[in-house]
């Protein structure tokens, strides 16, 4: 298998316009295989390997990243949180993806356990709590990070936010025209909003947020099965119904929470 990776990487290379590989080295991380390239312009890039031997490109990372920022020593695995050898913090290994930032993988079906476990973890060994005796640098460091995986945490706990920060891995968005849906649609959202202002007392209350909540949990269903289709254009529809359908679950909770009703 290595030998036909080896044997193909030098077309991808050439392909990539990335210049002569100077070193490579392969290594194992969470049972994937990788591969690990120096050029010739002293800039790093990092492969999966997969078992059938092709290839996918990861990323490309600037050598700093592979190097501890305070001792230098070369990093046995680009996602460690402390160095090996000094044991101080090191900078994220990905701000823009938050799924590998939790080391999760990259779908809209989370298993939000994993998350809520990998973040505790994280934010555990990172709290800027932990560095009030450190240096301004390892302070700053678990500063960014902490308020880094913050918001890595409130992306991806809420569907929406998720949904919405899988497109941006895809390179998509919503566009602002794509937010006036159908008429009808806006006509539906209206009338559940004014029974919700008409509401008499909270048993109706609640019965029209249990009723919203089972829409925005179907309206999930089916964005999970766009994205695993890659229906991308399916799933932005899906998404702005879900945006409305949100605004109404924050509606009434509101109104509820005034008038000091938990639901
Ligand atoms: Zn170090």
Excluded at 173 to 196: A, C, H
Excluded at 237 to 252: D, F, P, T
């Amino acid at each position: 298998m290595l030998k036909f990776c080896l044997k193909n990487m030098d077309i991808l290379f050439s392909q990539s316009a990335k210049g002569v590989i100077c070193q490579y080295q392969f290594y194992l991380e969470r049972r994937q295989l990788f591969l690990l390239t120096k050029h010739a312009n002293n800039s790093y890039s990092s492969l999966s390997v997969s078992t059938h031997g092709a290839f996918s490109l990861l990323r490309f990372s600037h050598a700093k990243m592979l190097k501890c920022w305070k001792c230098g020593v070369e990093k046995e695995a680009i996602k460690e949180v402390f160095c090996s050898k000094c044991n101080f913090i090191q900078e994220p290994h990905d701000t823009k993806n938050f799924f590998q930032l939790f080391d999760i993988k990259e779908s809209f079906d989370i298993d939000t356990k994993l998350l809520t476990n990998s973040y505790r973890r994280l934010q555990n060994i990172i709290h800027p709590d932990k560095f009030s005796n450190k240096s301004s640098e390892e302070k700053n460091i678990s500063q960014e990070y902490s308020s880094l995986i913050n918001r890595a945490y409130n992306t991806l706990q809420l569907p929406l936010n998720r949904a919405l920060h899988i497109l941006q891995l895809k390179g998509e968005k919503i566009d602002e025209d794509q937010k006036v849906v159908d008429t009808e649609f806006l006509m539906k959202i209206m009338e559940i909003n004014e029974e919700i202002e008409n509401a008499e007392n909270p048993e109706q209350l609640k019965m029209l947020n249990e009723q919203n909540k089972r829409v925005i949990s179907e309206i999930c269903k089916k964005i999970s099965i766009c994205f695993k289709n890659n229906d991308i254009e399916e799933a932005k529809r899906y998404i702005v119904q879900l945006k409305y359908y949100n605004s109404i679950s924050h509606h009434v909770n509101g109104i509820l929470r005034t008038r000091g009703i938990v639901d």
